[in-house]
């Protein structure tokens, strides 16, 4: 999300839909009398291109497109004055931005946003965009990309509202990394999210700008059954799919990280010892070690002439390796479904 781009465009929404208005009157005069509602539409569509540049996708767009249409059916007798108005806006937000030194990403966004409204007007609706297509559990993350604490608040509210899947306490507790926290991220990737088979860490607990942990409650500790742990799995599972949604609603990725090694006894005392002195927490005997992590930032995407692998250099000098890629949009798992 370039903010520059954001705060840019919103400020000059007014300049710019009057001018634009001003325009398609000239260009247009007999097309009709309400230039002032055309005046107010483009400030609209304005808004919704700084909206899909902040959440960096064109769903914002799309809601536009939808009112173009009712029940299927175009509203417009017309296109013409519409396709001159678009072309004209990407000209001049372009304009803008190359005054600001605005990055090519958002110039990239506003180009998609207009040939959107394009396409809808010249071809038909149609759901263009779906943040849910492009999903992707990332691999690695964009650690220079933050996000802001009022969505953590707001991702933080979700997490203690959502209905719990038991009755008598809470299956599992969270707590959160923050980017100060490599020290325990390290620890995390080395003996933990790793898969020792093929000697390679979980980089996204490494790189997200922001992580939570879900662990086992110790109120588990007298119910050591398999059941008890995969019913805090599911508990998890439906607090994390909470989330996703908003993060992917507002232009971040999310990935779900299993634990994939349970190490020595020995390790698991360190990882006690480092989590009461973090977070002041006492975690299960049985299962002290993170079950799950969410992961949200910015991913980084597929790149086909990248490697597959790379090495990470530990604060302790020591090294290991991670995967870089988490495949082409071909390989992504889908599930099974059957419409009846």
């Known amino acids: ?40 539409d483009v400030a609209y569509i304005l808004q919704a291109i700084s909206t899909s540049i902040q959440a960096n996708n064109t769903l914002a767009i799309d809601h536009i497109i939808k009112m173009f249409y009712l ?61 849910w297509l492009s999903r992707r559990n990332y691999k690695v993350f964009d650690p220079t ?41 390290e620890f995390l990737v080395k003996h933990y999210f790793r898969n020792n088979g093929l000697n ?17 409650n110790s109120a588990a500790d007298t119910h050591q059954s398999e059941y008890s742990l995969m019913s805090k799995e599911q508990s998890i599972a439906i607090h994390g799919g909470a989330i996703l949604n908003e993060c992917l609603s507002s232009g971040y990725d999310f990935s779900f990280i299993g634990c994939t090694e349970i190490p020595s006894k020995k390790i698991a005392k360190q990882w006690i010892r480092i989590v009461q002195t973090r977070w002041n927490y006492n975690p299960s005997t049985h299962w002290p070690w993170p079950i799950y992590a969410f992961c949200i930032g910015r991913g980084i995407d597929y790149d086909p002439d990248a490697p597959s692998e790379k090495e990470y250099t530990f604060q302790d000098g020591t090294t290991g390796l991670y995967h870089l890629t988490y495949g082409p949009t071909s390989e992504v798992r889908k599930g099974n479904i059957l419409y009846v």
């Open 71 to 131: 029940n299927g059916i175009l509203r417009l007798n017309s296109t013409y004055a519409e396709i001159y108005a678009y072309d004209l806006m990407q000209k001049e937000i372009i304009t803008l931005f190359e005054k600001h030194n605005i990055t090519e990403h958002s110039v990239s966004i506003v180009k998609q946003c207009i040939e959107l409204l394009k396409y809808a007007l010249e071809n038909g609706y149609a759901e263009y965009n779906s943040e």
């Open 200 to 216: 390679r860490f979980e980089a996204a607990i490494l790189t997200s700008p922001l992580t939570y942990l879900c662990f086992a």
């Open 145 to 185: 990309v933050p996000v802001p604490v009022d969505f953590q608040y707001r991702i933080e509210t979700i997490l203690e509202n959502v209905p719990r899947q038991s009755c008598g306490h809470n299956n599992f507790d969270i707590v959160k990394l923050q980017n100060s926290d490599l020290e325990i991220r």
């Open 1 to 40: 999300m370039d903010w520059n781009a954001v705060t840019l465009l919103r400020t000059n929404i007014n300049t710019l839909s009057q001018l634009i208005a001003k325009n398609v009157k000239k260009t247009y005069p007999k097309r009709t009398k309400e230039f002032k509602k055309c005046t107010r």
